[in-house]
């Protein structure tokens, strides 16, 4: 008879901790792959936001040029075109 007991779950166990950590590999590569695609949305967005930040910066430009140069159309101007054309 042997002094140590066979435990009688060991089997059991490591089959069970076998499948964890197949799913913990399975779940790392999936959260690298995450990661990844995170950063290119990342970059994608900060040249979304520099194009804007150069139209902002383009329309203020304008927005001063033509004021400079007295063409620029007041609004009351602009809703009262637009009331006429509706008139007619």
């Known amino acids: ?3 140590f007991m066979e435990n009688p779950h060991e089997q059991q166990q490591s089959a069970l901790l076998a499948r964890i950590v197949a799913n913990i590999t399975k779940l790392n590569q999936s959260m690298t792959e995450l990661n990844n695609k995170l950063e290119s949305m990342n970059k994608y967005n900060d040249d979304v936001a520099l194009i804007g930040d150069m139209w902002s ?3 203020k430009s304008v927005r001063i040029h033509i004021e400079n140069t007295k063409n620029y159309p007041k609004e009351e101007d602009n809703k009262n075109q637009s ?3 509706t008139a007619k």
């Open 83 to 85: 009331s006429k054309k």
């Open 1 to 3: 008879m042997s002094v």
């Open 57 to 59: 910066a383009y329309d």
